[in-house]
């Protein structure tokens, strides 16, 4: 009931197209969900996150989709750019009981081609 | 500091050796983190504290691994005797307490090499 899901486990575009990572969890009591890129040899950081009131929610050409019934999230990312080439995870964790630990997924390896 | 720090920023121990991790959060930020991550694998939980409250140890995968914050500010990853399953990159993170900007900020891991 921890656990996130997370696919795919890798994914290669043309630059300009749109990448689609989809997560998808099973513990209702999550109710925030970020999404972290990673660079290699750097910590993950902080792209866009949701909290599940909105069912969807965009910062430049980042967006995330939620859909509460499902219990599924998706980061969208429009006109990727080779510079987006970088390792993405999902997470999820319980703000309302006030435990902030992070539950991630498996992360998606993108590969953005020039 | 500007962000969170972890030291060393490599290490390459012995099998059956002791290790210590340090993590500097940033400044104010009540909550720690940490997590492994093996080599093309997600973030593992480790541990986790919150301010002056127990902290969650239900990550830690052994009783090899332990963990402390001092001062609630520093805070210092022990494995003992090592194995060699013990191979990743340990990261920290901290956050602002209870509220609702919980984004966590990670440091850049120390890479554990265990020969």
């Known amino acids: 009931q921890q656990q996130v899901k997370q696919s795919p486990q890798s994914l290669i575009v043309q630059k300009g197209g749109i990448p689609i990572i989809n997560c998808a969890y099973e513990?209702?009591?999550?109710?925030?969900f970020p999404w972290y890129q990673q660079f290699p040899g750097k910590g993950p950081a902080l792209l866009i996150a949701i909290r599940p009131d909105v069912s969807e929610k965009k910062e430049g050409r980042f967006t995330i989709s939620f859909n509460k019934s499902a219990k599924q999230f998706s980061l969208h990312i429009m006109d990727s750019q080779p510079g987006d080439s970088a390792t993405y995870f999902c997470?999820?964790?319980?703000?309302?009981?006030?435990?902030?630990?992070?539950?991630f997924g498996t992360g998606t390896r993108l590969k953005v081609l020039a | 500091g500007a962000g969170v720090s972890q030291s060393p920023s490599n290490k390459v121990t012995e099998k059956g050796k002791d290790v210590e991790l340090r993590c500097d959060p940033i400044s104010g930020h009540t909550a720690l983190y940490w997590y492994r991550q093996s080599l093309g694998q997600g973030l593992e939980f480790l541990i986790y504290f919150q301010g002056n409250s127990a902290p969650d140890k239900s990550g830690l995968p052994s009783d090899r691994f332990s963990a402390e914050r001092t001062g609630g500010s520093v805070s210092t990853l022990t494995i003992q005797r090592t194995q060699q399953e013990d191979s990743a990159v340990y990261l920290c993170?901290?956050?602002?307490?209870?509220?609702?900007?919980?984004?966590?900020?990670f440091g850049q891991g120390t890479r554990l090499t265990v020969v």
């Open positions: 513990n209702t009591a999550f109710d925030y």
């Open positions: 993170a901290s956050s602002l307490g209870p509220g609702m900007n919980t984004e966590a900020f």
């Open positions: 997470a999820a964790s319980k703000e309302r009981t006030g435990t902030y630990k992070y539950i």
